[in-house]
């Protein structure tokens, strides 16, 4: 019996039971290449489905990936029938929240509250608090998860997350307990000065705080659920050949696995295989190439149970439609530096 | 009677000051006592302690680089080691708390509760008298013996020539002696202290200023 882990993400590409999928990593590994090649790949070869590629990273690169813009609002990129694409932005989400709540409590008193929230006041201090995009990334998590129970909106089969650099992606998945143990301790003050709360808010306020807070308990800990359940949420970990990008992606599966979190696929990019390469392999490639491979065959060595996926450095920027789709064949079929040289050399320059 | 009540609070007075007087050491003697009683727990940690030593000894002869593997998989067991070690430190340590906290009761238990009790009981009890009879003034004596009559009856004796001792016996009580005892005690306890143990301050010089 075979027991060797296979080299790709043909298991994921094809599964039917995942839907919340991380692509996260070091700061400029590829993350946003191999987010879209995995959006993609699922999309065409499960065409009855919908999906929706996310970006939580505040530096928002799915345009500039697809050379097509994106917003907010999800918008199916052009070429496919069934993948959709959405930069969360953080002062725009936020300036809609407030627009929402001073159409929908607006009594005309003019009192001080409304007047800072109808200039947009609120949106630019809060737009600016560490850790607001992954609130609001959350906030959009949540948001879909609540339309799936209710069947309202479009319905998207599976969300493929492209996260911000380490940090930010951790503090983001810490979120549901962080939120979690804050709503006990909220529900325990409300418990006793919820009245009180209330009337302080103003007599024309209806919001029953303790019923808003027990929803929102109830909406964390379903999502908490899900992202701790492998067979609905996974983690797919990008890094480079390299001794920084290693050991980060180390501190990340561990701090993952801590989380409880599903974690068994590592994508590496940037990779020469200049040995392969007869007509171009100068010395530097070739000097790359070897620090390339000792840190492969460690790769090998300590993660003997995941799906180690290499992808080839390319001639040129993968960006466009077409470009994506010729590098992501790679995740579904392991790449062959000797057969699949001339592939790499092939992409169209995207202006 | 007296005597035994006075040999009993002279015991418990010394025992009381033999413990003020190591309590530092009881620290030392307690956690001794807790390894003893938790020696498969000290010995587990013990043994931890050397494996991490060498794991960290290990990861520091060895390039990161060059044998990344095996530097990252020295690294997982050192976390797992740290997070057993922090685990196996908490327990001994609760160990140790709970035997210090079972060594305050029992010091409550036989002796200051006993020593209160006794102090309470045995406090009237008379347990030394003054040595002299004389202690008062005759006619305040004979007051305290006769009541008021022996003002009126003393200029009568006189004239009479009758000489009448008056001596009143002043008894000291257990309460009153062991609160004079602990006081002396800690008066000789100060003095000690201020004249040997206390270090000297040297009086600060005053240089002239021009």
Not at chain 1, 191 to 209: A, E
Not at chain 2, 90 to 103: M, Q, T, V
Request: glycine letters at 6%; a neutral charge.
């Amino acid at each position: 019996m075979d027991l060797n882990v296979e080299r790709n993400l043909d298991s994921l590409i094809k599964s039917t039971t995942h839907k919340w999928i991380f692509v996260g990593g070091k700061g400029g590994v590829g993350k946003t290449t191999s987010s879209s090649s995995i959006a993609i790949q699922m999309a065409l070869n499960q065409p009855s489905k919908q999906f929706l590629l996310i970006s939580t990273d505040p530096a928002h690169n799915l345009s500039d990936a697809f050379g097509e813009k994106f917003g907010k609002d999800a918008r199916k990129v052009t070429g496919m029938d069934n993948l959709s694409c959405m930069e969360i932005d953080p002062a725009a989400a936020l300036k809609d929240m407030n627009d929402m709540a001073i159409s929908s409590g607006s009594n005309g008193n003019g009192d001080d509250l409304s007047d800072l929230l109808q200039g947009g006041a609120l949106a630019d201090l809060t737009g600016s608090i560490p850790g607001i995009d992954e609130a609001l990334s959350f906030m959009e998590v949540m948001k879909h998860i609540k339309r799936q129970e209710q069947g309202e909106g479009e319905r998207f089969d599976c969300v493929i997350f492209d996260t911000a650099p380490t940090g930010h992606t951790l503090r983001f998945l810490q979120l549901p307990t962080t939120l979690a143990k804050l709503l006990d301790k909220f529900s325990e003050i409300t418990g006793k000065l919820g009245p009180m709360l209330n009337s302080f808010m103003g007599s024309g306020n209806n919001v029953d705080i303790t019923g808003k807070l027990n929803e929102l308990k109830a909406n964390v800990e379903t999502i908490r659920e899900q992202f701790t359940n492998p067979d609905l949420t996974t983690f797919v970990c990008v890094c480079i050949s390299e001794f920084l990008s290693l050991y980060e992606t180390e501190r990340l599966i561990q701090e993952l696995m801590s989380y409880d979190m599903d974690v068994n696929s590592i994508v590496v990019n940037q990779l020469l295989f200049a040995e392969f390469d007869k007509e171009h392999n100068c010395k530097r490639c070739q000097s790359r190439w070897k620090m390339q491979k000792k840190y492969l065959d460690q790769i090998d060595e300590l993660y003997e149970d995941f799906h180690v996926v290499k992808m080839p450095l390319c001639a040129g920027e993968i960006r466009g439609l077409e470009n994506l789709k010729k590098f992501s064949q790679f995740l579904l079929k392991e790449y062959d530096p000797i057969s699949d040289n001339p592939v790499i050399y092939e992409l169209e320059d995207k202006n | 009677m007296a005597n035994s009540v006075v040999i009993i609070a002279l015991f418990l007075v010394a025992v009381t000051k033999f413990i003020d007087y190591t309590a530092k050491y009881h620290s030392n003697w307690l956690m001794a006592l807790s390894l003893k009683t938790n020696s498969k727990d000290t010995r587990e940690y013990n043994s931890k302690l050397r494996k991490q030593r060498q794991l960290i000894e290990e990861n520091h002869s060895i390039s990161a680089q060059d044998n990344y593997a095996k530097w990252t998989k020295n690294n997982r067991q050192l976390d797992k080691l740290k997070i057993e070690l922090s685990e196996l430190d908490s327990k001994i340590k609760l160990n140790s708390k709970n035997l210090h906290a079972i060594f305050h009761k029992l010091k409550l238990i036989t002796l200051t509760l006993p020593f209160f009790v006794f102090k309470i009981w045995k406090g009237k009890e008379i347990v030394y008298y003054l040595p002299t009879n004389d202690t008062f003034p005759y006619l305040i004596s004979g007051v305290w013996n006769n009541g008021w009559l022996h003002l009126v009856l003393t200029p009568l004796n006189y004239i009479l020539g009758r000489q009448t001792s008056m001596s009143t016996k002043v008894g000291v009580s257990f309460g009153i002696w062991i609160w004079a005892l602990t006081n002396v005690i800690s008066n000789i306890e100060s003095l000690i202290k201020f004249l040997l143990f206390t270090e000297k301050i040297e009086a600060p010089k005053v240089t002239s200023q021009k």
